[in-house]
């Protein structure tokens, strides 16, 4: 079983929302409220980048391209994260990736799911 699971990826017209869902269905309860959890998306051509980051202080931020359209969140006792998109826009087509940083500096990624913003 894969340390994190991705879902909620799919297609959409510009303007729409999805909600993208990772499960750490691995983790135990402190290992993942302990956990910095983000989301990443690997455009087609381009480089990797940040969308948003949930730290175990409850910290949050975003990147630029999402700030203000997108929220994260988790559910630290279902050991899931979440990456709420509105306002979805073709150039928010790309995989997403769901990543764990540990407390003990372990990181994972998950499979990645893609998400096509149709104009």
């Known amino acids: 079983q894969a340390q994190l699971v991705e879902s909620g990826g799919g297609l959409v017209q510009a303007g729409g929302s999805l909600r993208l869902t990772c499960a750490a269905p691995?983790?135990?309860?402190?290992?993942?409220?302990?956990?910095?959890m983000a989301w990443y998306r690997q455009p087609p051509g381009k480089e990797r980048e940040l969308v948003a980051i949930s730290r175990s202080d409850r910290s949050v931020n975003y990147g630029d391209s999402v700030k203000g359209r997108f929220t994260i969140s988790r559910d630290n006792s279902r050991k899931r994260v979440y990456l709420q998109m509105n306002s979805l826009q073709p150039e928010d087509t790309a995989v997403y990736y769901c990543?764990?940083?540990?407390?003990?500096?372990?990181?994972?990624w998950g499979q990645g799911t893609q998400v096509t913003v149709s104009s």
């Open positions: 691995r983790n135990i309860f402190s290992t993942f409220s302990a956990s910095d």
């Open positions: 990543y764990q940083h540990r407390q003990d500096s372990q990181t994972y």
